[in-house]
């Protein structure tokens, strides 16, 4: 508690880092009881000093309505402030709303630039959503190999949804030469990760032999996972396997 002591007495004095940690502090109950009205209070005299994580974390509790009503323009405001300093999050999150209307009128082609911004400095995030973009023709001509280019970068950093979206595009041939035995890897990394229409498409290669041994115990083993998460097709494949063993049990008898 010492610390929010002498954060409280700097923050005072309009110690920029202070005020932003305070905010900090509060939002997250930490020392003190979380309070986020007081976050909001700290997070914007910081923010208006021009405090990139602060104007971040201010457009983060705006978004959320944390402190402040939700659904508040300000969420924009302040994320487009940090973004132009550079905040990948930032720029992210900005992507999204400007792709999906969220405060603003939807605009792809500003989505667009915000992706590729947050995507070129690395983050995964940003870069399967501009794989997206490529991917649907959102805000730019469809390109596959240029989305197949972006999910492959976010695979790698072990996203689980690049990761299937890349076992699909190595399954049918889109953007990439149809290779099943790949489809397989990026399933199986999604799925491990319980990804739930991993781990039905990964059934259903196992379960017809599709680049990977014909298996239907390792088959049944991933539509059961996926069935447990919900996955109506994955059910479907359950109690069609079981309805099916059934009849041959009850054939062997008659």
């Not at 309070?35 to 971040?56: F, I, P, S």
């Not at 924009?76 to 999906?100: D, F, K, R």
């Not at 500003?110 to 973009?133: C, H, P, R, S, V």
Request: hydrophobic letters at 35%.
């Amino acid at each position: 508690k010492t610390a929010v002591k002498w954060y409280t007495l700097a923050a005072g004095q309009g110690h920029v880092n202070a005020q932003n940690n305070l905010g900090v502090i509060y939002n997250e109950g930490v020392y003190v009881l979380e309070n986020q009205k007081t976050a909001v209070k700290w997070y914007t005299l910081a923010a208006e000093q021009g405090d990139v994580e602060a104007q971040y974390n201010l457009g983060l509790m705006c978004d959320n309505g944390e402190g402040i009503p939700e659904g508040d323009k300000t969420a924009v405001y302040w994320y487009t402030m940090a973004a132009e300093q550079g905040h990948i999050s930032a720029q992210n999150n900005l992507g999204a709303i400007y792709n999906e209307g969220v405060y603003v009128p939807e605009n792809q082609k500003t989505a667009l630039k915000w992706y590729t911004l947050a995507a070129e400095k690395g983050d995964a995030i940003a870069q399967f959503n501009l794989g997206g973009m490529y991917d649907g023709g959102q805000g730019v001509p469809e390109n596959d190999k240029t989305a197949v280019k972006w999910y492959i970068k976010a695979a790698e950093q072990g996203l689980a949804d690049a990761q299937y979206n890349l076992g699909v595009m190595y399954r049918i041939g889109e953007g990439v030469t149809e290779n099943q035995k790949t489809a397989a890897k990026w399933y199986t990394l999604a799925a491990e990760q319980g990804h739930t229409f991993a781990q039905y498409s990964l059934g259903v290669m196992y379960a017809n032999g599709e680049g990977v041994p014909e298996n239907y115990e390792i088959a049944a083993k991933w539509y059961t996972l996926s069935s447990e998460q919900g996955d109506a097709d994955a059910q479907y494949n359950q109690g069609d396997e079981i309805n099916n063993s059934k009849s041959v049990l009850e054939d062997a008898k008659t």
